[in-house]
């Protein structure tokens, strides 16, 4: 017997002793488990059940896409207009004097451990500064680092919402919104974008939705999979929405400044001094590095509302996963001071380009509608699925498009928007021309003008 256990004899009573050895030999969780006196509960085979949270994470588009039958055309070379990651094709690199910063970065052998679990210092620092603005001043203590703009996006959501409540997103809209939301018995309520107004959000019907329970608004601008980019007279009108119902926003600003020529990109921060805003944003799309997984919320508090629990919240919640890549956090100042001007003009003309490219050639097939976007990476093509009578959706549409001509669109029932399908814009440009020339034969071999009542020609 150790000299902890007599010990332990001296000083607690026997009867406490036996009660305690009782309790551990016969409770797991508040249950009789299969050592005790309870044997019924001895289960008869190996059966471990998975959490709620787990039984109520999905991933719509990985629903959709992972039952469609993709069997590309074996004469025909795939094009993936589905994919939202602009190194897929290898025509898009990131900036050298990122990548030079990086390899600094581990040459140093300074970043192998483990930062704070909000990040650096001076990488905080470091978007502070590089985001600031008279109208929303930040800090570094107002950055909050977290793996890729998903996790950010996590981050708020989980500190915002509890069980039961709900949060409002746009349709169509990013599917990871519904994702990360309903893991944590979050309800989603969904408010129309309005696709003849360039995707504007319907906001009678955002306010229609709105009830006791509704913790937040997530605004994505520039938006996926629209790719349109608010103006600033209709960002102030969401804004004056928020306001007078005391919402805070979560703002899904990943593809920030990546606009076309011609268009301007507002943070929603800057435009208010009463709402209170976390804008997500990260290194993914515009540095061309979805892999390096950096992403940050910023908070843009505004009257304190965020301070007594939310900053502390955010704090609290990035400690489960004890922050992003270290190396990649060391190396952003160097990649906001380094980067040249060149490199952001560079890639969105490569984008504007192939979005004229296919929305010039798709305008010109019968049954399609492409909506030119304002930047982003993304354009929304409409299906009249009424004259096409050998697809009854969407999904089917996109499923055959792949079999026939092996050009997979992703169909915009992903993002609860049926009738349409999202191309991506960041491919070479020989193949928009291709793609479009596919798509044109695809759709002439199945479009049909007109369809008598009884289904005759």
């Not at 602009?86 to 910063?101: D, H, K, M, Q, Y």
């Not at 004890?322 to 001007?341: H, K």
Request: aromatic share 8%; with cysteine; charged share 20%.
């Amino acid at each position: 017997m150790s000299r902890f256990s007599i010990t332990l004899q001296k000083k607690i009573p026997r009867l406490a002793l036996v009660t305690m050895a009782s309790s551990s030999s016969s409770y797991v969780n508040g249950n009789r488990n299969c050592h005790g006196d309870n044997p019924q509960v001895k289960r008869a085979k190996w059966v471990v059940p998975s959490s709620r949270m787990a039984k109520n994470t999905h991933n719509p588009i990985r629903q959709i896409v992972d039952n469609m039958k993709i069997e590309p055309n074996p004469e025909k070379k795939m094009i993936a207009l589905s994919i939202g990651d602009p190194t897929v094709f290898g025509n898009l690199e990131p900036p050298r004097e990122i990548e030079e910063a990086v390899i600094d970065c581990i040459h140093t052998r300074k970043y192998n451990g483990y930062a704070p679990s909000i990040g650096y210092e001076s990488a905080r620092a470091a978007i502070a500064k590089y985001y600031t603005c008279p109208e929303a001043p930040l800090e570094a203590k107002d950055v909050i680092f977290g793996s890729g703009c998903s996790g950010a996006l996590d981050l708020c959501i989980s500190v915002l919402a509890n069980p039961g409540q709900n949060i409002l997103v746009p349709r169509p809209g990013f599917s990871l919104y519904k994702t990360l939301a309903e893991s944590i018995g979050v309800e989603i309520r969904h408010y129309n974008l309005l696709p003849e107004r360039g995707w504007e959000i319907d906001l009678d019907h955002l306010q229609s939705l709105v009830n006791e329970d509704t913790a937040a608004i997530v605004v994505n601008n520039p938006s996926n999979p629209c790719g349109s980019v608010f103006t600033k007279e209709h960002i102030q009108d969401i804004l004056q929405v928020a306001e007078r119902l005391r919402m805070p926003i979560v703002a899904d600003e990943i593809y920030a400044d990546m606009v076309f020529s011609g268009h301007s990109f507002h943070f929603m921060a800057s435009l208010t001094t009463e709402v209170p805003i976390l804008s997500c944003g990260g290194i993914a799309k515009r540095y061309i590095v979805p892999g390096w997984r950096l992403g940050w919320v910023l908070i843009n508090d505004r009257h304190g509302a965020f301070e007594a629990e939310v900053r502390t919240g955010l704090q609290r919640l990035s400690q489960r996963i004890l922050g992003p890549n270290t190396l990649i956090q060391a190396a952003m100042p160097r990649i906001l001071e380094d980067t040249p001007q060149s490199f952001y003009e560079e890639i969105m003309a490569h984008v504007q380009r192939n979005a004229e490219l296919f929305f010039n050639g798709v305008s010109k097939i019968p049954g399609l509608t492409p909506i030119m976007p304002c930047g982003a990476m993304y354009m929304m093509v409409g299906i009249d699925i009424d004259k096409f009578p050998a697809f009854t959706s969407d999904v089917e549409f996109t499923q055959r498009l792949v079999s026939e001509q092996s050009v997979f669109c992703l169909p915009a029932s992903c993002f609860q928007y049926p009738d349409f399908f999202r191309v991506v814009l960041t491919l070479p440009e020989e193949m928009v021309s291709e793609a479009c020339e596919r798509i044109q034969e695809f759709c002439a071999q199945h479009y049909m003008e007109e369809i008598a009542a009884n289904g005759a020609l």
